[in-house]
């Protein structure tokens, strides 16, 4: 028992210097959603010094403990030992201080998931440290060398190193908890969906999804009550949440928004919603990162045409792909009906803070004007118009709605600030979505700043895309081009330059808030500023 209270005082007090010195992997694993692939993916970032500074943490402590041992070895071997710990804490809470200064984009949410791995986390980082000093005690006893004996604990300095593996471990333990609870909310979502009497809409896409799904809320709202995800709440958890929520009670249609970022999510998702009827927005390169092909993508997202019940509206540019889709039988693509722009669109006007055009749907032609932006607004009211049509609205009550819509924060979002116009398109990160983004930040007269990290999630095509994505800033006309961070930018500054784009626009910085910094000191009123997708901190 002597021996044994000491070592138990000293994992406590090291478990939980080591636990809050490392917070910042808990906030990118949850930015991963869980997946301890993420994690470490992040770690080997090559521009990503997080693993450098665990090593200087664990370097620095075996330097000034080894230098504690050699001036006091005198003392006896329980003195110097005591002495060394010195160091040792105070260079744990040295780094944590400095961490803690260093704040996630993305702040991490206190969520029952994460207070539950937290808990994990802190029990193997206990488990670990005692069994670590139970170990280098036992080999202190068998070598019985009086050199040894002040250098038996040297080897906890490389402890820190040791966390990611240890929050992996927690993860993983703790996975198994999470999984059967999730299992059992999302069979209890299942039920209450099963045994009401809500019509079921499903939206799907590589892009638009979110736009598309507020869009027709509010059209429908003019007919049905309606609740839909909120947010981007698009995975099953998201959606049962929903639907357990007081706010799905008593509505007659429920709007589902559906991501998927593995083979079998669209599958998965269908077979909780089993929708009525769904928007597919359409197909880029985006998540080809976790699934291999753009072709893969598309096999993925078309799950949703063999599993809707009525009727599925499907992008214009999905027409070619879908009809030729050997996945599909011809019952399952009759069930498609196409947004073809070019019959249903005409007179279209894209300003810099509006966009106005005329729609045919219902055999009529109505005029829309909207604050919503650039031509995805006119895509995804047409999208969404078409489903609104199939279930009961007028042309009229669809042009009403398309004046009441507002932009959803950070999705090409204007804001007037100071006399500077704003364009937040901060969660767009596909090629796509940046080529519209580009053309409406040129529809503004003056100056033109677009601030950016490039493209994610594109797998093995990230420098192919990048590289375009560089080419399309050397051939706009833009003001500056302020290229944020190290991961992406170097493909999307190389087609800039090999493209003839001047040299002297280019900005670079190493952060966010060193690019703002710079802005705050350039940027005059009546300039039009561009943010283009803000990444999380796990890229």
Not at 62 to 86: D, E, M, P
Request: net charge neutral; aromatic share 10%.
């Amino acid at each position: 028992m002597g021996e044994i209270l000491p070592r138990i005082v000293a994992s406590a007090v090291c478990s939980c210097v080591f636990f809050f010195a490392t917070l910042k992997m808990l906030g990118v694993l949850q930015q991963g959603g869980y997946y301890n692939r993420a994690l470490f993916k992040w770690l080997k970032k090559k521009d990503n010094l997080y693993a450098e500074t665990l090593s200087l943490w664990s370097g620095l402590t075996l330097l000034a403990c080894s230098l504690v041992i050699a001036c006091f070895f005198f003392l006896g071997a329980k003195i110097t030992g005591l002495l060394s710990a010195i160091p040792f804490l105070f260079f744990a809470l040295l780094y944590a201080r400095a961490d803690s200064k260093r704040a996630l984009k993305v702040p991490l949410k206190r969520t029952e998931r994460v207070k539950r791995l937290s808990v994990c986390y802190l029990v193997v980082l206990l488990l670990s440290s005692y069994l670590l000093i139970a170990l280098f005690t036992f080999i202190k006893s068998v070598v019985a060398n009086s050199v040894y004996n002040y250098l038996c604990y040297l080897p906890f300095c490389f402890f820190p190193l040791l966390t990611p593996v240890l929050l992996a471990l927690a993860n993983a333990i703790d996975g198994v908890y999470e999984r059967r609870v999730n299992a059992k909310f999302v069979a209890k979502a299942k039920e209450k969906l099963e045994s009401s009497s809500v019509l079921k809409i499903a939206v799907v896409g590589s892009y638009g999804k979110t736009s598309v799904k507020n869009v027709l809320k509010e059209m429908l709202a003019q007919k049905y009550s309606v609740v839909a995800t909120p947010e981007s709440y698009n995975t099953p958890l998201g959606i049962a949440k929903t639907v357990l929520s007081a706010d799905f009670d008593g509505k007659e249609v429920f709007i589902a928004e559906m991501g998927a970022r593995h083979a079998g999510d669209i599958f998965e998702l269908c077979e909780l919603v089993k929708p009525d009827f769904a928007v597919f927005t359409g197909v880029c390169a985006q998540h080809v990162e976790t699934f291999g092909s753009e072709e893969n993508v598309f096999a993925e997202k078309a799950e949703i045409i063999k599993s809707t019940a009525k009727k599925i509206v499907c992008g214009a540019a999905l027409k070619e792909r879908v009809l030729a889709y050997g996945g599909l039988t011809a019952e399952e693509k009759e069930k498609c009906r196409f947004a073809d722009l070019a019959e249903t669109v005409s007179s279209v006007c894209y300003e810099a803070e509006s966009t106005k055009f005329v729609l045919a749907i219902g055999g009529e032609k109505v005029g829309i004007e909207t604050a919503l932006l650039a031509e995805p607004a006119v895509e995804n009211i047409a999208l969404a118009a078409l489903v609104a049509e199939e279930m009961g609205l007028s042309p009229i009550e669809i042009s009403e709605a398309a004046k009441r819509l507002q932009p959803i924060p950070h999705r090409l979002q204007l804001i007037k600030e100071n006399g500077v116009f704003i364009l937040d398109d901060a969660y767009n990160a596909n090629e796509r979505g940046a080529q519209v983004a580009i053309k409406a930040l040129e529809r503004f007269p003056s100056r033109k700043i677009l601030i950016t990290p490039g493209l994610v999630e594109t797998g093995v095509l990230n420098a192919e895309l990048n590289g375009n994505f560089g080419k399309a800033l050397a051939e706009a006309n833009l003001t500056f081009v302020v290229l944020v961070g190290e991961t992406l930018v170097k493909a999307v500054k190389d087609g800039f330059l090999a493209a003839g784009g001047q040299e002297e626009k280019l900005k670079q910085f190493p952060t966010l808030a060193k690019a703002q910094e710079w802005l705050g000191g350039e940027v005059q009123a009546e300039d039009a500023v561009l943010f283009l997708n803000d990444l999380p901190d796990l890229y």
